[in-house]
């Protein structure tokens, strides 16, 4: 699967905001325990977008999200395929099952 992941940053709009958008990303957001409560991707365009509607407040919120990491991807059908393989071998709380 490639690269890893980045270092974990805390989950709050100042760290979503340093993200850079020019791939496609995978995503895992993590409670305070490091455990990975859901998996997500974003293309290029939408990253901060779909990242800040995690927040508290928003649509999606991911109720005790504490910290995130990101994995840059050539294309979204790259991540797309990477983040099946994560949700099924790593069951996130928040991700719905297929």
Do not use: C, W
Request: net charge positive; hydrophobic share 30%; charged share 40%.
């Amino acid at each position: 699967m490639g690269k890893r992941f980045s270092q974990k940053k805390k989950f709050n709009k100042t760290n979503i905001e340093k993200i850079p958008e020019d791939k496609p990303i995978i995503y895992k957001i993590k409670n305070l325990k490091g455990e990975n409560i859901y998996t997500g991707i974003a293309g290029k365009s939408r990253i901060k977008d779909r990242l800040k509607e995690h927040l508290l407040g928003n649509k999606d919120v991911i109720l005790g999200a504490k910290s995130f990491s990101i994995k840059q991807k050539t294309s979204i059908e790259d991540a797309k395929l990477e983040e099946k393989i994560i949700i099924k071998k790593e069951n996130p709380k928040y991700n719905q099952q297929e």
